[in-house]
């Protein structure tokens, strides 16, 4: 069982930064691709960013490619998503995500736990 808390959401200026950590409880985060995915009202849930279990390898969706970095510390039990040069369009709920399997793009059926959300919102 994997337990994951979002934090570091807010508001911020377009062209701004922010970064979102998530924090995982349970023995087992070392052995779970971790991403992160966002969801805009009336809009559905899209794949964000994701991260091997030992960090070698990431992916991100192109509409962020360049301004956001997907990190985690398994000591820490923590996945860090560092957002630069933030748009309007970046404004959403931002969800982490726990997989069994990595995949170059994360699917939300493929999740196996999900955090419970923090807004980002980006005035322009």
């Known amino acids: 069982q994997v337990q994951l808390v979002e934090s570091g959401g807010g508001l911020v200026q377009a062209g701004g930064s922010l970064r979102l950590s998530c924090a995982a409880s349970?023995?087992?985060?070392?052995?779970?691709?971790m991403g992160w995915f966002r969801q805009a009202p009336g809009k559905e849930r899209a794949f964000v960013a994701v991260i091997s279990w030992g960090g070698g390898r990431t992916a991100y969706a192109d509409s962020v490619k360049g301004r956001f970095t997907i990190s985690r510390d398994n000591v820490k039990n923590t996945v860090y998503l560092q957002m630069s040069s933030l748009k309007a369009e970046d404004t959403a709920v931002y969800y982490c995500?726990?997989?069994?399997?990595?995949?170059?793009?994360?699917?939300?059926?493929?999740?196996?736990?999900w955090g419970q959300g923090t807004q980002v919102t980006v005035s322009s």
């Open positions: 995500a726990a997989a069994a399997e990595y995949r170059k793009t994360m699917v939300p059926d493929e999740v196996d736990y």
């Open positions: 349970g023995r087992t985060f070392s052995s779970y691709a």
